[in-house]
């Protein structure tokens, strides 16, 4: 099984390794991170670096796509960038499963998967996510079909999970989990909009609409 | 502030990557990946392909130092790299914070920081800690001093947000959660030896039992 997961400049690292890190565990898994060049790409903070092992035009029939997500400006450059999308929709068209992670999932969109389909994105996405056609809910990890989605940046390590369960069976999955000792604890109850300080949603809310 | 997070060959990608992400939305955050030399460094499944953005010799009075774990071949041969302990070594003498995540506490043991300390590693390795003199604890995070180390893998996003909070303050931190969406919903209750299936936990005992 080959699982292609995209990078492009500007991707948000952990979008990308937490469904790394829960899918390259399975049984005869071939994971491959792919960008659209040969060489060095770096992430939305200018800080990480990462070589894909391909380009896309190497990869063409990967069994699932995963896609991060980053920033707008980074993820609407590859929103509007033909060798991306064409890529997508060629693997799309033979992939067993296609996903993505945070707003990664407006890649999906705008290569034309969502329309009319249950999908999630960053907390801050949902609205873009709409003008697709896409029926954006509040929930973690969403399976509509064979598309996955999976809400912001952390939730790839649930979709991940939960993905390598239906590829592998639940104790196969349950032992990926006790392997990477995903029993979180986080120290704050502050990882969504409905569960943070208002005041710190309304915070980003501004900050998101005076970037767009 | 400058925080250096450590890469070596065989290094577990979400090791690194929990704790990058938690740490470098912090204010005024300088986040460096180093290595020992220049060039790419591979992961342990040999997958992903990580280029360091200075070397160890470059890099002499973080703020904060973290080291990522890996597989027992991975972290062993740097228990006995000169280069990594020594730098390990000059960097503690200044630092404010050292940390670990998963098996990366070996590391911080071999260097002799964790003598007669409260610590922890990934489930497999407590007894692995315990020769160095250090006390592990079951628990997820734990902070002795200016020493701050998590259980496997995963764990490093707690540990991250939890030293964000000290660093930056509780707001600040759950502004971190809340933009990296950190509402952990995995499918199942599998992330501790304690919560997994008995026999998936025996399982890994006797394949980590094997392997030594």
Redesign the interface.
Known sequence: MQTAILLYEGF???DA??P??TL?PLPDAD???VAEHAG?VTDD?G?????P?QTLAEVERPDLVVVPGGPPDSVERQMANPAVIDWLRAADAHSTWTASV?TGSLLLAAAGFLKGRRATS??LALDALKTFGAEPTGE??VFDGKYVTA?????G??MG??LA?KIAG??Y???I????????????D????E???AE??E??RAEEAAQA
């Open positions: 948000t690292a952990l390794i937490g790394y890190q390259n994971v491959v991170f060095p903070n800080t990480l670096t990462v070589t092992a945070c960053h907390w973690r990890v809400a912001g940046v952390s939730s390590i649930d999970l939960t369960g639940d104790p999955a349950q032992g989990q006790l392997m990477i000792e995903y029993d979180p604890q986080p120290p704050y502050a990882g969504s909009p569960k943070a300080p710190l949603v915070k980003f």
